[in-house]
């Protein structure tokens, strides 16, 4: 079981590199993560941008580009397109964005012709090292879907047990958040959770899965919370995956970890039928490094 963001460095290793294709990859920051990725020999990659800019920049970085594959395109929708394409026609195994909107990369990635749509539903797994927990902690999601309704938290939480899978978690501990632990129906996501609970009994999320809710944010992280509130879990203090109700509870969490904790942390959006790498201009450069190893692992699970 991997409990340090390192070690997915390690592990990676020491195995045969996935190839990660890069769309409108003519940016310094983006550039200097695959950089470090390759010299950690996480990935081989595809660059697929402005050809003089990657090699300007590359140069200016000391980014050796022997061996490695560039695909010159005249603009960013046409870099997102062939980077999707690479993947869909198995020639590259996961994607990133460089230089481009999200919104331009996730175009072509739900594209009906050439794209990496599937039935599930696009969503961000965000995966926190924290000083002060015993192991990764999975956050979903704080990215992309505004206020999920309760099918599509189903589809939300299988993305993040694929993820989470892909870790070595042999049992995968679910907490669904809300602000209390009794159902309310005039709050929604205690009545969302208990859903997902009942759901999981069911097994709609497979062996080795256990889902708890509604849960408030103390008791899904602390035993001793439950202990004192005298609130019987198989989860707390054990949590493995945090599924919020919307968008701004996980925004908040998410970004408290970061600020407040010194958390580190990696990204990535599951979903689609290869893991999307998309990192932020404010994530650190090691954060771009750990999320890029992280698409790497979940690309070598669904090989």
């Known amino acids: 079981m991997i409990k340090d963001l390192h070690d997915m460095l390690d592990k990676l290793k020491q195995e045969e ?18 950089k470090d990725a390759v ?35 005249p603009s960013i929708e046409e870099s997102a397109k062939i980077a999707v394409e690479l993947v869909s026609k198995q020639e590259a195994d996961f994607v990133m964005k460089g230089l481009l909107d999200t919104s331009i990369l996730l175009k072509s990635v739900l594209n009906k012709e050439y794209g990496l ?18 192991k990764l902690l999975i956050l979903t999601d704080g990215g992309m879907n505004i206020s ?16 989470a899978k892909c870790l070595g978690v042999d049992e995968i501990k679910v907490a669904c958040l809300a602000a209390k632990e009794k159902v309310n129906p005039k709050m929604q996501a205690t009545v969302d959770a208990r859903l997902l609970q009942e759901a999981c009994k069911e097994g709609k999320f497979g062996e080795g899965v256990i889902v708890e809710g509604p849960l408030a944010f103390d008791l899904a992280i602390s035993k001793e919370s ?9 989860v707390s203090g054990d949590t493995d995956i945090l599924l919020v109700p919307n968008i701004e509870v996980g925004n ?5 970890f970061t600020y407040m904790a010194n958390a580190k ?27 890029i190893a992280y698409g790497a692992l979940i690309a070598k699970s669904m090989k």
């Open 39 to 73: 010299n950690k020999e996480v990935i081989q990659p595809i660059l697929v941008g402005q050809a003089d800019k990657i090699k300007s920049i590359s140069n200016d970085i000391n980014f050796e580009l022997e061996g490695i594959t560039i695909i010159d395109s």
């Open 252 to 256: 908040g969490i998410g970004k408290s």
């Open 148 to 163: 999920p309704d309760y099918e599509q938290k189903e589809k939300i939480l299988k993305n993040a047990i694929q993820a």
């Open 117 to 134: 749509r599937t039935e599930s539903l696009l969503s961000h797994v965000m995966i926190y090292q924290l000083e002060n927990y015993h």
């Open 226 to 234: 439950s202990e004192i509130k005298g609130f019987k879990s198989e």
């Open 17 to 34: 590199k996935v190839i990660l294709s890069v769309a409108a990859a003519e940016d310094r920051e983006v550039l200097l993560a695959i």
């Open 265 to 291: 942390s990696a990204g990535i959006i599951m979903g689609a039928k290869a893991p999307v790498v998309l990192v932020s201009r404010a994530d650190s450069h090691e954060s771009k490094l750990y999320s």
